[in-house]
């Protein structure tokens, strides 16, 4: 599934089948910027529209589930649904927000320190979870930022520059199995990558 803003929908592909079909939603589903997305176990696709300023749902059919984000008034740039819960990071605001799974509402939010503490979230724009860590990549800071579950700050991965292993607009993040960290920087139009000791590959 890969979010298409031009579309205002995603491209599906089928690697199995060789099949591509675009998905572009009408009615209560219907997209504006959609900009990440994520499916659980159950094969519920998860969709961060940063225009609507909704996390969209939509069952393993396809078919329009739920819409949230309202109340808060957000604008979410991604979204990964882990342990029974949904993670959106929000570009508007310092923390990553945390829903239940069952009934949208909302639970906790992480990276709440103060300005200048370790940890403080300056624009949150892409998100990962491994392992049980949460990690961040924030754009307003040029780096990624690492938490436990629970919202504790674990360190960082990178910084501000123009060398190796630094960053000027980090945005999507990936993980493998052996935890390597991968970090696409828009301004460098790379990807870099780093072990689970932060150090670059």
Do not use: M
């Not at 992480?110 to 403080?120: A, K, L, V, W």
């Not at 629970?150 to 060398?163: A, C, F, K, S």
């Amino acid at each position: 599934y890969i979010c298409d803003a031009g579309v205002r929908g995603l491209e599906v592909l089928d690697l199995e089948e060789g099949i591509f079909e675009y998905f572009i939603p009408g009615g209560k589903g219907q997209l504006k910027l959609p900009i990440n997305c994520c499916l659980d176990e159950q094969g519920k696709l998860f969709i961060a529209d940063a225009n609507r300023k909704q996390i969209v749902v939509f069952d393993s059919e396809l078919n329009f589930l739920h819409a949230f984000g309202e109340k808060e008034d957000f604008k979410p740039t991604d979204v990964a649904v882990h342990q029974g819960r949904i993670w959106v990071a929000n570009v508007q605001d310092h923390a990553v927000y945390v829903y239940g799974k069952d009934d949208y509402k909302l639970i906790d939010k992480i990276g709440e320190q103060s300005d200048g503490e370790e940890g403080f979230i300056r624009q949150s724009t892409n998100i990962s979870i491994q392992d049980d860590i949460l990690y961040v990549s924030d754009f307003g800071d040029f780096n990624v930022k690492k938490f436990s579950l629970n919202g504790d700050y674990l360190g960082v991965v990178g910084g501000y520059g123009n060398g190796p292993g630094r960053f000027t607009r980090p945005k999507g993040i990936a993980l493998d199995r052996e935890e390597n960290l991968y970090v696409v920087d828009a301004a460098f139009e790379n990807v870099q990558i780093f072990n689970a000791g932060s150090s670059l590959l």
